[in-house]
Every structure is written in C-alpha cells, then in structure tokens.
C-alpha cells in the first residue's frame, strides 16, 4: 500500500504530464482518506486552474483557505482564478492578500539578516593588509636639473 504521500507525488507527477483528469481523480482520493492534507487540496484547486474550471478552482481555492488563512500560494492561487473567471476586483483583493501574506512571513527589520541568512552567506575573500605610503620618496634621476648641466 503507497502512502499518502505517494499517491500525492503520483498524482503530481501526472500533473507535470499534464494529466489533469487522472491527477484530480487521485487527489480526490487523497483528499477523501485524509481531508487534512493541505498540499492535495491546494494542488486539486491549481489542477482545476490547468484544466480550465475556474469555478471549481476557485471552490477548492476556498477550502485550502480555511485550513490555512494566512498561506502566500492560497492566495495567490485565487487570485489568478478570479482574474481568469472575469473578477477583477477579487483577483485584486486576493493578489493584495498575497502580497501582505509575503510580508507576514519576514518580520525582521530590514537590513538585519536572520542567523539562516548569515549561514548561507559567501564567504569573502580575505582583504590583504594596506601598505602605508613610503615617507621618503627615491631619487628620479631623469628629472635631473637642466641649469646644472
């Protein structure tokens, strides 16, 4: 017996083939046996947008947002139905959405980088020491004195 993740990446994968049919039947089926499976739901509404029944995708769209209110991709994903479907100003409310739930997702000041950002950093080379200036500068014997000559 696969597990559900399996069958999510079966589904999935006929997704990328551009099967929308078999993976919608398959994350129906996921979705019946765990209605908590968050990834199957919002992939059941993005296979509804490929296949073209917006009102469908806008419906599972609506599902995913109730199990997470604050997710980027849900929103995202409503809006593009809604815009498809002809609702303008839905997209545009859900597009918003999108955008603020991006900025929810980093509350740190700007400029500081969070210890994950500072572990993924390149590391850079090390700068060589700076020579001072000589204080006494050689001789240029080709600027020689032309009185003296």
Do not use: C
């Amino acid at each position: 017996m696969a597990t559900t993740q399996d069958q999510f990446d079966d589904a999935m994968f006929d997704f990328s083939q551009g099967r929308e049919e078999e993976a919608i039947g398959k994350l129906k089926s996921i979705l019946s046996a765990n209605p908590e499976f968050f990834d199957a739901q919002l992939a059941l509404g993005a296979a509804y947008y490929a296949k073209g029944d917006y009102a469908a995708a806008i419906d599972e769209g609506h599902k995913a947002e109730k199990m997470r209110p604050n997710d980027q991709l849900v929103y995202t994903n409503l809006s593009r139905a809604y815009m498809k479907s002809g609702d303008k100003p839905k997209a545009e409310h859900y597009a918003l959405q999108s955008r603020i739930a991006s900025w929810r997702g980093n509350m740190t000041a700007p400029g500081t980088k969070t210890e994950e950002e500072k572990e993924l950093e390149i590391a850079k080379p090390a700068v060589p020491p700076v020579k001072p200036p000589p204080t006494k500068f050689p001789d240029m014997p080709w600027k020689k004195n032309k009185s003296v000559q």
